[in-house]
């Protein structure tokens, strides 16, 4: 069906959407490219020049990038086995016939609904508060002293905050896939005698992988830019204990006021999301015969 | 997977079922409650579930302390237009790619989606830099623009799994017929893609909605949204338990109510098309 001028047609018919793309890509990247070689401070503007790989190596060299570095992957990593995890686990519950399935969805839907800040400061303020947290008060019940979630486990605090804003995405994809395997295959499994466990290792399972693939790849894609969870809870602390590689970014464009390293920054950030791009894409993206 | 159980495993897999999807909302219903407490009981020991004393107040408190209906206009205007705009370029690019698919295709739509792995802090300065310059910053077109491309890719993949769905049998059949290629996409296409582009267009309005990094970034008051505004709450108000669930209820209470009321277009767009 694909004549000549039907292709020209197709061509120029993406032809906006790539166009645009590649601009609103290459632009700043070649801006944030050109600062990271240069000395660029916002509080001596005076002072300004080329200083070649500098704002690399203190990049590279400062203890605190690879402490992002591993918050970074940690966060990922966490979020995305968390979220896959329970995701399958809620969805399988909620696949059995309860009464209320409807309403059951609606309630598990809302945190996706909550934009970042809001969910972030509700953990904060609400849950996690040391004398006036809802966790406090759980705690002084059983007799116990409150946890300082964000002082003492600030990386698992966002973790868990940011699993519970991305854990109804999971459910519910998965929760969809599994509502349209046939019931069919199941019950003859059943009928020959597969246990629950292998029912769900040998059918359920396989029937999930395009569910799943979905889930990572777009998980992934947002959480590499978590920022605004960050900012509300912990700021990066205590120290640098929760600062992620875009929040160390962000402490050297806007506290540090050093534009040049932040650049460097980001040039380095962008690698490494390239390389956990051409990762999915590669290892991932053939599942999904998109 | 309807299958016939006892009432017994009935009744304890629902008794599981919600009990797990109510500590999943909890949250959120723990903020709603606060809203209508007053300071004092939202910071009560114990805490209560439900207040006697349970009062407005906070809500009138927040309406007149800030200018909430113009943030939730430019909520409206910067979530609906972004998406509006971003569907105009991406149908037919989605629809090309569907149905005139090259062989870098695929390559393509990975390599649209890889763009959105690019931290955003990474381009914070150049891109504050160009909205100053081209005076785009803190307006809702720079808005609009901004979030437009930020989800396009998203967009594309979207309508481009729902595109292939479309036998295209049926787009052969209206060319025979001698339809252009402009009335393909107009008449045949789009009404048949309809429920499709519906589900694009909710989870887009929601994403945009919920974006708090650029619409933060890129606007001080005039084009602020509400994820401005329930930051610039939670800053100095962050003791006043009551004010703050108020404010964020207010913050998040339009897009869960339309979240709610379309859920089922809603999952169905955001399975990506993994689920056939």
């Known amino acids: 069906m694909s004549t000549q001028s039907n292709r020209a047609a197709a061509r120029l018919m993406v032809a906006p959407s790539v166009i645009l793309l590649f ?31 500098a704002n690399y190596t203190w990049f590279l060299k400062s203890p605190e990038f690879w402490q992002a570095i591993g918050n970074t992957l940690a966060l990922v990593g966490g979020v995305l086995v968390i979220t896959v995890v329970l995701g399958i686990l809620i969805a399988l519950l909620i696949d059995q016939p309860v009464k209320g399935q409807g309403v059951l969805r609606i309630l598990v839907i809302a945190p996706f609904f909550v934009m970042p800040p809001v969910a972030a400061s509700i953990w904060k303020n609400l849950f996690m508060h040391p004398q006036n947290g809802l966790f406090a008060a759980v705690s002084r019940a059983f007799g116990a002293d409150p946890i300082l979630y964000l002082e003492n486990h600030p990386m698992l605090s966002v973790i868990g905050i940011v699993s519970w804003e991305w854990l109804p995405f999971a459910t519910l994809i998965l929760l969809t896939a599994m509502q349209s395997l046939s019931s069919e295959q199941l019950e003859a499994a059943e009928m020959d005698g597969a246990k629950p466990i292998s029912r769900f290792r040998y059918i359920v399972l396989p029937h999930l992988t395009r569910s799943i693939t979905v889930v990572i790849l777009i998980e992934t894609i947002f959480l590499l830019g978590i920022f605004g969870e960050i900012f509300t809870t912990t700021q990066g602390g205590p120290g640098s204990a929760s600062t992620t590689l875009p929040y160390m970014i962000f402490k050297q464009a806007i506290a540090a006021k050093d534009i040049g390293r932040a650049a460097a920054g980001g040039i380095i950030a962008v690698i490494l999301a390239n390389i956990v791009a051409i990762f999915l894409m590669r290892g991932i993206g053939r599942n999904l015969d998109a | 997977m309807a299958r016939a159980v006892s009432p017994r495993r009935k009744l304890i897999t629902t008794v599981a079922a919600w009990a797990v999807s109510l500590l999943i909302f909890f949250p959120v219903l723990w903020m709603i409650l606060t809203s209508f407490k007053t300071e004092a009981s939202a910071v009560a020991s114990p805490p209560q579930l439900f207040t006697a004393d349970w009062t407005l107040q906070n809500y009138s408190d927040v309406w007149a302390r800030s200018d909430y209906p113009r943030f939730f206009w430019n909520s409206v205007v910067i979530s609906v237009g972004s998406t509006l705009l971003g569907l105009a370029i991406a149908i037919p690019a989605a629809w090309s790619m569907a149905f005139v698919p090259g062989r870098k295709t695929k390559d393509l739509l990975m390599w649209m989606l890889s763009t959105k792995m690019m931290p955003g802090v990474a381009v914070l300065i150049p891109l504050y830099l160009l909205f100053q310059r081209t005076g785009l910053f803190d307006t809702k077109i720079g808005l609009v623009l901004a979030l437009m491309l930020m989800n396009l890719p998203i967009i594309v993949w979207m309508l481009y799994t729902y595109f292939k769905e479309i036998p295209s049998e049926i787009l052969e059949a209206s060319r025979m017929d001698g339809a252009s290629l402009w009335k393909e996409v107009v008449y045949v296409l789009t009404p048949m893609a309809i429920p499709g582009i519906a589900s694009t267009l909710l989870l887009n309005v929601i994403l945009a909605w919920n974006e708090a990094f650029w619409t933060i970034t890129l606007t001080t008051t005039k084009a602020a949204p509400l994820s401005a505004f329930i930051a610039s709450f939670s800053a100095p108000q962050g003791l006043f338990y009551a004010k703050l669930s108020a404010a964020s209820t207010m913050a998040i209470a339009p897009i869960l109510i339309l979240g709610w009321f379309s859920q089922k277009q809603l999952v169905r767009g955001l399975t990506f098309g993994a689920v056939k």
């Open chain 1, 23 to 53: 601009i609103w890509m290459i632009v700043p990247l070649a801006m944030t490219l050109y600062f990271s070689f240069r000395l660029y401070r916002l509080l001596s503007p005076e002072r300004s020049g080329w200083v070649g790989l």
